[in-house]
């Protein structure tokens, strides 16, 4: 691409925000008045060049990114985080500048050698190419310069913008998902956001020597990239199409392919204002139907959360007793229900459209009787257990429709006391 085309991309404020222009700008400045050649890479020059909206930039520089965020900080304020080790800083932006996200990473160009498949690798500072040799693919592979008078350059070392107008998923060598099998659910990612193809020898090389390796991979690893396939737009397309290429098995020998049935519950919008992440909701379509210790197991595999793993069992439990519960009166729903998270039900509920749960969640939940634990001292009974059983009767009641008014409850207290 042309300088002035990519100029035109740069500055074009329905891609990238004038606020977000503005910043690069400052950037840009300080790194030529430090002599330091700095890029944006990854993501932000692949989606400007589709022509797509960029928010989040990633700056490298080609020198020490710490002494540059410093700079930066001593220019225009904010401040700064450093992480010495992997020559790293993190610039909070200055608060005046109300930007989101608030804060923008420095990285000191660097070199990765893997010393072992599927282990973190190590890091030296380097040259931008060996940055972008060290990258996932091709179209993830590209930067553009910014300091000074090279503002707009590309540099695209393996020709990503060809595959990129090609709609092709390419991995830079033939080891790159042996060294990293992470890269294997990036390529399904990146495959179904864009409507791309997987470049037919990076398609060969998901073979059982690449997935060998998922073994190895820390669960924290494997669960970030499977996250963030649920945060997508087309996450059914991608889990699906993970489950294809045999990946699940390679993470747990028990957990499944996703079930295509319950595949569109992961697009949905409302979840009734229950607070959820699309991956716990993805986890729990995904696990409803597996027993309870296969569900303790691919837990602790994936490293999940006890809150998250308890609610995928909830789900599991409420399900397999749902003939149990159909026909129950709503008191009797309540109480097998009320210790359950909110989203658990939910989700039982979109898988079986039993109204009961429905009528739990929206409505029965919130029923309470007009008597307090204050009313029933004042009737002189000391507090205990009967205490709790008298209350829970009373609300029983009222879901039941026993007790439509003050006064009947007021009657059914006396006979209770
Ligand atoms: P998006 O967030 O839109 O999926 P991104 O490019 O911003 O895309 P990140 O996960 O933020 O994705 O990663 C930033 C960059 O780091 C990527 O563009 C890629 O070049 C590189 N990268 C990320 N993960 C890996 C990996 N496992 N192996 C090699 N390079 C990677």
New binding site residues.
């Given amino acids: 691409m042309q300088k002035d085309d990519l100029l035109r991309l740069l500055r074009d404020p329905n891609l990238l925000p004038s606020e977000k222009q503005t910043l690069l700008s400052n950037i840009a400045a300080q790194a030529a008045a430090m002599d330091m050649p700095c890029y944006v890479?990854?993501?932000f020059v692949?989606?400007l060049l589709l022509g797509k909206p960029v928010n989040?930039l990633?700056v490298i520089v080609e020198g020490d990114a710490i002494k540059f965020g410093k700079s930066l900080v001593k220019a225009f304020g904010g401040k700064l985080t450093t992480h010495d080790k992997f020559h790293t800083a993190i610039w909070h932006l200055p608060d005046t500048w109300h930007l989101i996200p608030d804060t923008l990473d420095l990285i000191t160009a660097r070199k990765e050698t893997y010393l072992m498949p599927g282990a973190l690798p190590t890091v030296t500072p380097s040259t931008i190419q060996d940055d972008l040799l060290?990258?996932?693919f091709t179209i993830?592979?590209m930067a553009i310069r910014v300091d000074g008078g090279h503002f707009g350059e590309l540099f695209d070392p393996l020709n990503g913008q060809a595959d990129l107008e090609e709609g092709l998923v390419r991995i830079l060598h033939p080891r790159s998902f042996i060294d990293?099998p992470?890269?294997i659910f990036?390529a399904v990612?990146y495959e179904a956001r864009y409507s791309f193809n997987l470049e037919p020898s990076t398609l060969n090389l998901i073979n059982s020597e690449s997935l060998d390796v998922i073994p190895r991979l820390s669960g924290e690893r494997i669960r970030h990239e499977l996250d963030?396939i649920f945060e997508e737009k087309n996450s059914s397309q991608m889990i699906l199409r993970a489950g294809e290429f045999g990946l699940f098995k390679m993470i747990h020998p028990s957990l499944s392919l996703f079930n295509p049935d319950y595949s569109d519950f992961l697009e949905m919008d409302s979840t009734l204002d229950i607070p959820s992440s699309k991956a716990e909701i993805g986890y729990m379509l995904w696990l409803m139907d597996s027993s309870e210790d296969e569900i303790l197991s691919i837990g602790q595999r994936l490293d999940f959360t006890s809150d998250l793993t308890y609610s995928i069992w909830a789900v599991s439990q409420l399900k397999k007793s749902l003939p149990f519960l159909v026909g129950s009166t709503p008191s009797v729903w309540t109480y097998a229900l009320e210790k359950l998270p909110l989203l658990s039900i939910y989700m039982v509920y979109l898988v079986s459209r039993e109204d009961a749960l429905l009528d739990f969640l929206s409505i029965w939940r919130h029923v309470k009787p007009h008597t307090t634990g204050n009313d029933l001292k004042s009737h002189g009974l000391q507090p205990g257990p009967r205490f709790g059983e008298i209350l829970s009767q009373l609300r029983a009641a009222w879901l039941d429709g026993q007790v439509t008014n003050e006064i009947q409850e007021k009657e059914l207290l006396a006979k209770l006391l």
């Fill in positions: 890479v990854g993501g692949r989606d989040d990633d060290r990258r996932d993830n592979s990293d992470t890269r990036r990612r963030l």
